[in-house]
């Protein structure tokens, strides 16, 4: 079984996989952290020192690669990852477990603001304007991420109960 998580960054798709790949005895991986332990950089130095369309390339890559090679995984994708390269499709390509892990506007902007550093897209965003942005980002990706089979609404809930809601809906 290979299930994909998509979401916003923010959304928790690390901390909820880990959960739900314990839950259902699954490995988990997490594409940005397989794709720094690959380019032997973290993403934000990718972005800086390299662009974000080599990032998409790469990230792109990296995706066929690992959905190609590895069964019984929970993959947590980027945010931006369904966005690019019909790597949505490279994904229904090998699974049609898809969950989008939707959080609000409100609760992305209290979880980003507290991250901004590490987040090459949102860094340069003032506080003030980072609502707007997620709203307009979030409006621009929205259309990728409500094509996920599934769907869990993650606000004011623990991991636990968010890959709890998961897990019965994958049975």
């Not at 990032?55 to 792109?60: A, D, L, M, P």
């Not at 609404?153 to 809601?165: C, M, N, R, Y």
């Amino acid at each position: 079984m290979k299930i994909v998580l998509l979401g916003y960054m923010g959304s928790g798709k690390t901390t909820v996989g880990k959960e739900v790949a314990k839950r259902m005895e699954l490995a988990f991986l997490d594409l940005d952290a397989y794709i720094e332990s690959s380019e032997k950089m973290s993403i934000p130095e990718i972005f800086n020192q390299k662009g974000e369309l080599y990032f998409r390339k790469k990230e792109h890559q990296y995706l066929q690669e690992v959905l190609r090679e590895e069964d019984n995984i929970i993959l947590s994708t980027g945010g931006g990852t369904p966005c690019y390269v019909h790597n949505l499709d490279t994904i229904y390509e090998h699974t049609d477990t898809v969950v989008y892990v939707k959080v609000s506007i409100e609760e992305l902007v209290r979880r980003l603001a507290k991250e901004k550093a590490e987040r090459p897209l949102i860094r340069q965003i003032a506080d003030t304007d980072l609502p707007e942005f997620i709203r307009k980002h979030l409006f621009e990706r929205a259309f990728y991420y409500n094509q996920a089979r599934y769907v869990v609404v993650a606000d004011g809930k623990s991991p636990q109960i968010i890959a709890e809601e998961i897990e019965k809906m994958l049975d």
